[in-house]
């Protein structure tokens, strides 16, 4: 018995797999009653779009997601509920959320841009080439100056701005 | 390596930015003035450099256009941060800013600058965060102030998901375009793909982004909460720079996506026929401008009254956009530099009245001009100049800027502009009828005379003269407006 | 069957709209950072996809780095103000701020 | 000449700035400045016109101000013109202006806004100055609109008080009236002519550029804006209520700046202005002298007699521009500005003397005691008589009968009427306070001179009403042959003064000397040396008369019927749609016109101005609360609102 020829299939199941994985945890993320789990969420939420990266063959961006942003921002994000974890309110690290109102304007969102998905021609390739790799062009890329040098150089200055004001903001009350 | 002439204004800024980190660190615990004269000086230079700079319509470094507007716009949120600064130091928050507070200015108005210069998608992005994210820290410096963090909150929630929703309407847009540069986008659109129905998405996410930067109905929600909580100097700020980079961007975008110049109006005149972007302009004008000066009507604290009216005159300067024409541009341009005046002028006096009085209810201005004739015949002139009554500054920007809309047969639109000056009115008047009490018990209560320090006098006549100039001999000033916009629009 | 452009924008989409939801769901400030980063995340999903499919080139995947660097910077200043919020009233409910209005 | 016009503007004008911002501080709280800066504006005047009295030409400078098409266009300006009319209308206004501010240091003395009158006062006559030397309908415009919101500060300002605000109220809205002529005027000048500069404007009525039906359109709106600011019936209600303002301030008004912008309106316009216009104008002008005349006989407030003289002597001039006698109606203007200014500073030092006492049934004799005053304001009463050969009225009046006599001896036979009426009311208001006993023993024990500030004005006045008709020097200012080569029109239809006083030398003249003297002899004869018992036999057949003269032709009452009742039933209405309305919120607009207005006057009409304006308000009232509503505070609620926007835009974006 000769078993049929999966390869076709085999790229479908993966990308089916990382977005229901993706899309379901980012939904958890919008509906976990604890706050940690939302953050879980959101990081499980990285980690399939991070896998939908390497599928369309991005894998600097790829990468760059999950040291980034699960390296950095998810563990800012986790450091931010921790430290603001113990409060006196009511709401600390639990919080049952109300969804009637966000998950009609959501839902209502979703369908617009399904309505708008569904109607336009992107003139897209329906099979694209075999994916090369991307870490020199995108070098190239931000060091041309006819490309993203400026904007380069911009966010350099947008970094040193973010943090000195972060650092003012945060910095320990001296009283 | 492309000529680095038309970055030398941003490179002045940065310059001044590290300079005036530098200088804060060495003199700590000093009065920290020199980081400040640094910022100011690197504006003054910034601006004058960028002033005397030959326009060229060429793209240099794949994502600017230094032109006449781009320039223009330098040199505008040069000058706002410089008197900024000054009115920081006059108004009611730090008597002498800190390093970290003048190094945001510049950070913020070195992304205006870029902004308003960038015909890229991916800088014009990155630029407008380079604006945002210093004024979301801008807000709330006042780190004890309860009102403030909330501002700040409020401001950056608000501004995140803004941004993020202008993101994904720019990432369909270069999805559609194939590129992120402003000029294929203009292609693209010849090629018809102005008729996707992503297209759409694309224009009212992106519309959006726009009328959260520049505080346009229904997008306006942190405005007047944010000016109330920050200090007014801060507000004056976003109210000026932060919104005319936000309309330097937002004319890029609709220079790219529409071809020429609207057509003459058919019918009534509400929007006009062309691509969606304007029509959703038109929108936004006509909601900003009419709910704008409603609220603004219940209001009795300064800064949130001052918040309204922004409101209020973003949708006139919407209405500019909608009607896409020469003369209705050059008109912008005017009003933006007539704006300029008169709202830095109401902030800053607003927050010199604020330090001395500890509020800024009406009540705090009830018979002002007992306290000091100076400011409140300043503030005066302000309000009336915002209402768009002549002899002032205001009023001549109103003047072309309507001249152009009628011009163009969009009469329904003009005359609603027109109805909500009239509404305006009454709520800069209240704040005129309260400097000037009529009876004289009003006035006794409040009789303290103020002694004005000479600065505060300066600046407010600083701001106050062109104002009043301008309104009486703006012609050149038109000249020059109708230089600036002829490289933005086409026949 | 085969996965196409449209496959991922959908997904986009979803991811969009699930961040939306958790934005206007969430009363924790942290939480609405959480939902502000999945629709940065839809919006890069976007840039990515169209690389892949559109003319070729870097372009979107550079975008996505730029936004990359931006959602980091946006996060460090929202959760510095968040602190500093936090520091004064020792919550972080944005419901419960509400001082500011009119 | 440039700097002499500017010196003219800005001397004052700074005065002014100085005043209003600094002039409490000031020692003496400033007056001194402001006589100070008038003065320097009447020695200018005075050296324009001795260069036009010199045969200078007339001079005119206009700079560009601003392009309303946005370029291409012809740009509007501003600019300056004078010719003879000019100079004349610049030494009246200085002159009086001047010696009105001098007569105000004492007058209103101890004040608790002293400065501040300065200021206004000196705003005033800034603004009359705009308007005269104006080159084109624009810049006249926004001086006739100083003019008319001076007078309104002017006349409310003692606002404590009930009656000056209304008053103020009265004359602002009544002027307005008159000034929608003004705007539809300059609006069918604009669209005809092109420009609103004077000389284009006439040009363009030359070459037929403007030509009917706008020319007329044109001229009855100037005329009518002109009836309303110089007080022609029915639009004259509110100068005699201006009499509320300080006494100065009515002297002002009265001679030299409000009521004479109308007749100087009329005279600069004349060139454009239609046969039938002109027919308007001149019995409009007859019909208000005759009936202010009536009335001023009935009137026993030593103001309001005077108030009511002002508008019938207003009636003359219009007449004698309506029926061509054009410098005759000018020279009148002079004249008149001269001795009214006289009689009302002179009234001004009785009322000051008799501790604010108006009513003259309690005068009388204080000829004695107020020898200066009295024996001025007799020359004053004499000129406006027109007591022949000496006094100026005489001569200007004539004129302007003469110029009736030739074109509408209709309307002369009421002039002439008219005359005898004014010499008799005046020589009534004359004996009752200056001549026979004390009427009331103690305000006459109380009456004293006026110091020499208030005086020398007087003395001043005095000798120009005699004086200023001699010789008729505006004969050579007012050469027609002069202003129409500054005017470009050719000068047929103008009569000048010397043609005028050689027509006079017959039938006519005689008639209206005898008019004169009848009325003063008259007059003197019942007021002075009838008995009070005779004087009640006498006026007992005309009693009916005297009532219907005394309610001043029921004006008043006529507006309030047909128009303040309506808007008062109106705002009633509105009143009840709006309490029963589902609306119970903050009424804004409301407040709004009460504020603002209040602001203004101090003192308003609740019912109406709330009522008017609830209606107007409503719509931006409900917007604005539904959006401070939604503006609750909450970021979420307000994310919510944006992001439900959007999502129904993507897909209505899709489904429509």
Same mark, same amino acid.
């Given at each position: ?175 | 390596?492309?000529?680095? %002439? ?15 980190? *530098?200088?804060?660190?060495? %003199? ?13 000086? %690197? ?35 040069? *000058? ?53 994210? @210093? ?29 993020? &929703?202008?993101?994904? %309407? ?26 996707? @129905? ?19 109905? @229904? ?9 109330? !909580? ?13 919104? &005319? ?14 071809? !020429? ?23 936004? &004008? ?7 000066? &409603?609220?603004? *009507? ?35 341009? *005017? ?24 509020? !800024? ?104 003269? @062109? ?23 086409? !026949? | ?102 | 000449? #440039? ?30 400045? /402001? ?69 105000? /240091? ?21 603004? +009359? ?97 002109? +009836? ?34 109308? =007749? ?98 309690? +005068? ?16 004053? =009463? ?106 470009? =029109? /050719? ?5 000048? =003064? ?24 008259? $007059? #003197? ?55 029963? $309305? ?70 209505? $974006?899709?489904?429509?």
């Amino acid at each position: 018995m000769k078993l049929p020829d999966l390869t076709p299939y085999i790229a479908p199941a993966v990308f089916y797999g990382l977005a229901a994985f993706a899309v379901i945890s980012a939904i958890a993320a919008a509906t976990a009653p604890k706050i940690v789990h939302a953050a879980f969420g959101l990081m499980a939420a990285f980690f399939g779009v991070a896998g939908l990266y390497f599928m369309l063959g991005a894998d600097f961006v790829g990468l760059a997601q999950v040291i980034v942003y699960v390296g950095g921002i998810l563990v800012l994000l986790v450091f931010g509920i921790l430290m603001t974890g113990k409060t006196r309110s009511t709401l600390g690290l639990e919080e049952k959320p109300k969804l009637l109102i966000p998950a009609f304007v959501g839902g209502l969102f979703f369908f617009g841009l399904l309505l708008a998905l569904h109607g336009t021609d992107f003139a897209a390739r329906a099979v694209p080439p075999d994916p090369q790799p991307t870490t020199a062009p995108i070098g190239r890329a931000f060091l041309d100056p006819e490309q993203y040098l400026l904007p380069f150089e911009l966010s350099s200055m947008l970094l040193l701005a973010a943090l000195v004001g972060a650092a003012y903001l945060a910095r320990r009350r001296r009283t | 390596m492309p000529d680095l %002439g038309p970055l030398v204004p941003s490179i002045l800024l940065t310059v001044a930015a590290l300079a005036v980190l *530098l200088t804060d660190l060495l %003199g700590r615990g000093r009065r920290p003035v020199v980081p400040a004269v640094l910022a100011i000086a %690197g504006f003054v230079t910034a601006g004058l450099v960028a002033w005397g700079q030959a326009p060229d319509t060429a793209v240099v470094f794949g994502v600017l256009r230094a032109d006449a507007f781009g320039l223009a716009m330098t040199v505008f949120c040069c *000058l706002v941060g410089a008197l900024t600064v000054v009115a920081t130091m006059r108004g009611e928050a730090f008597r002498t800013p800190g390093g970290e507070y003048l190094l945001l200015i510049l950070a913020a108005v070195l992304g205006m600058i870029i902004l308003s210069m960038s015909v890229d998608l991916v800088t014009l992005y990155l630029a407008f965060e380079t604006v945002s994210i @210093p004024s979301y820290v801008l807000v709330g410096m006042r780190r004890s102030d309860l009102k403030a963090n909330e501002a700040s909150m409020k401001y950056v929630l608000f501004g995140a998901v803004s941004s993020a &929703a202008m993101l994904y %309407g720019l990432s369909l847009l270069v999805g559609l375009v194939g590129s992120t540069s402003l000029d294929a986008l203009s292609v693209a659109m010849t090629n018809g793909i102005g008729a996707q @129905p992503i297209f759409w998405v694309a224009c009212v996410l992106m519309a959006a982004g726009f009328a959260f930067k520049i505080s346009a109905v @229904p997008f306006h929600f942190w405005a007047p909460d944010v000016y109330a !909580g920050a200090p007014a100097a801060v507000g004056g700020f976003l109210a000026v720079a932060s919104k &005319a980079a936000g309309f330097a961007a937002l004319i890029r975008v609709v220079a790219a996506v529409v071809p !020429g110049q609207v057509a003459q109006a058919t019918g009534a005149g509400w929007l006009p026929d062309g691509p969606f972007l304007l029509q959703v302009v038109g929108v936004l &004008a006509i909601l900003s401008m009419t709910f704008g000066n &409603a609220a603004a *009507l219940r209001q009795t604290e300064i800064k949130r009254l001052l918040a309204w009216s922004s409101i209020a005159h973003a949708g006139y300067i919407l209405l500019a956009i909608t009607v896409w024409s020469d003369s209705t541009l050059a008109g912008l341009v *005017l009003y933006l530099v007539a704006y300029l005046f008169m709202n830095l002028a109401a902030f800053a006096i607003a927050g010199m009245v604020i330090r001395r009085q500890g509020s !800024g209810e009406m009540s705090a201005f009830r018979g002002l001009a007992r306290r000091n004739v100076w400011l409140a015949v300043a503030l005066a002139i302000v309000m009336f100049s915002l209402t768009g009554l002549p002899p002032f500054f205001g009023f001549v920007g109103k003047l072309q800027l309507f001249y152009g809309v009628f011009a163009k047969g969009y009469i329904a639109l003009g005359v609603l502009g027109l109805l909500n000056g009239v509404v305006s009115l009454y709520y800069y008047m209240r704040v005129v009828t309260a400097m000037f009490p009529f009876s004289e018990q009003e006035g006794e209560e409040a009789a303290t005379a103020w002694r004005l320090p000479l600065a505060d006098k300066l600046l407010s006549a600083g701001l106050v003269a @062109p104002v009043v100039l301008f309104g009486l001999f703006w012609s050149p000033l038109w000249e020059w407006a109708k230089a600036v916009t002829e490289s933005v629009i086409g !026949g | 069957m085969t996965i196409g452009l449209m496959h991922y924008l959908v997904v986009g989409a979803a991811l969009f709209s699930a961040g939306l939801v958790t934005v206007l769901a969430r009363r924790n400030a942290v939480a609405i950072l959480i939902g502000i980063e999945l629709m940065l995340n839809a919006a890069n999903l976007n840039l990515v996809a169209f690389d892949r499919y559109g003319p070729g080139g870097v372009r979107g995947q550079v975008f996505a780095l730029f936004v990359l660097v931006i959602a980091a910077a946006e996060a460090a200043v929202a959760l510095a103000i968040l602190l500093n919020v936090f520091d004064a009233r020792d919550r972080i409910d944005v419901d419960a701020m509400t001082n500011l209005k009119g | 000449m #440039l700097g002499l016009a500017l010196t003219i503007l800005g001397a004052p004008l700074v005065g002014f700035v100085i005043q209003f911002f600094l002039g409490r501080r000031l020692p003496g709280q400033g007056a001194w400045l /402001t006589v100070a800066t008038i003065f320097a504006s009447f020695v200018s005047a005075v050296v324009i016109m001795a260069s036009q009295l010199g045969g200078a030409d007339p001079f005119h400078i206009s700079w560009a101000w601003f392009d309303p098409s946005g370029g291409g266009g012809t740009p509007w300006t501003v600019g300056i013109h004078i010719d003879g009319l000019t100079a004349v209308m610049l030494v009246v206004v200085t002159l009086v202006a001047f010696l009105v501010h001098l007569f105000s /240091t004492s007058y209103m003395k101890g004040d608790p806004k002293y400065y501040l009158f300065f200021a206004w006062l000196q705003m005033f006559s800034v603004s +009359m100055l705009v308007l005269v030397l104006a080159d084109n309908l624009l810049h006249l415009f926004m001086g006739w609109e100083l003019v008319g919101l001076c007078s309104y500060k002017l006349i409310g300002f003692w606002s404590e008080k009930p009656a000056p605000g209304n008053a103020a109220r009265k004359a602002f809205i009544t002027t307005r009236i008159g000034d929608l002529g003004m705007v539809v005027a300059i609006a069918a000048i604009y669209m005809t002519a092109g420009s609103f500069e004077f000389s284009k404007i006439f040009e363009a009525a030359r070459s037929g550029a403007l030509a009917d039906p706008w020319i007329t359109i044109a001229g009855f709106g100037l005329f009518f804006a002109a +009836m309303g600011k110089s007080a022609q019936a029915p639009l004259h209600v509110w100068l005699p209520d201006a009499m509320e303002g300080p006494t100065p301030v009515s002297a002002l008004i009265h001679a030299a700046t409000m009521v004479a912008a109308g =007749v100087y309106l009329i005279g600069r316009f004349m060139p454009i202005l239609t046969p039938d216009v002109l027919t308007v104008v001149a019995t409009v002008g007859a019909v208000t002298a005759v009936m202010a005349g009536f009335i001023a006989l009935a009137q026993d407030d030593i103001k309001k007699v005077l108030a009511y003289s002002t508008v019938s002597q207003l009636g003359y001039m219009f007449l004698g521009l309506g029926v061509g006698a054009w410098h005759a109606g000018l020279f009148h203007l002079t004249t008149h500005a001269f001795f009214k200014a006289l009689m009302f500073l002179g009234s001004g030092s009785v009322i000051h003397a008799c501790h604010h006492e108006q009513d003259m049934r309690k +005068m009388g004799g204080l000829l004695k005691k107020m020898p200066i005053t009295g024996w001025t304001f007799l020359a004053g =009463v004499l000129a406006i008589a027109g007591l022949p050969f000496i006094t100026a009225g005489f001569f200007s009046k004539d004129a302007i009968l003469a110029g009736a006599w030739h074109r509408l001896p209709f309307l002369y036979w009421m002039a002439l009427f008219g005359a005898v009426l004014t010499a008799f009311y005046m020589m009534r208001l004359f004996a009752m306070t200056f001549l026979g006993k004390p009427r009331d023993q103690h305000v006459h024990d109380h009456a004293h001179e006026s110091p020499a500030s208030m005086t020398i004005p007087l003395l001043i006045l005095g000798a120009l009403a005699i004086c200023a008709g001699w010789g008729a020097w505006h004969g050579i200012l007012l050469n027609p042959e002069i202003v129409a080569d500054a005017m470009g =029109v /050719t000068a047929t239809g103008f009569k000048t =003064v010397g043609d005028l006083e050689f027509e006079h030398s017959g039938l006519v003249a005689a008639m209206a000397i005898t008019a004169g003297v009848l009325g003063l002899l008259g $007059g #003197l004869y019942v007021f002075r040396f009838m008995g009070g018992a005779a004087l009640d036999r006498l006026k007992r057949p005309f009693a009916g008369l005297e009532k219907v003269f005394h309610r001043k032709f029921g004006f008043d009452e006529l507006y309030r019927e047909i128009a303040m009742r309506p808007a008062y039933g109106l705002a009633k209405g509105f009143r009840v749609v709006d309490e029963k $309305g589902v609306d119970g919120a903050v009424n804004v607009i409301g407040r709004f016109a009460r504020d603002t207005l209040a602001a203004l006057s101090g003192r308003t009409d609740r019912r109406v101005v709330d009522g008017a304006v609830h209606l107007v308000g409503w719509v931006p009232r409900v917007l604005g609360a539904g959006m401070n509503a939604l503006q609750s505070g909450r970021v979420r609620f307000y994310l919510s609102v944006s992001a439900g926007v959007l999502a129904l835009a993507l897909v209505l $974006g899709r489904i429509l």
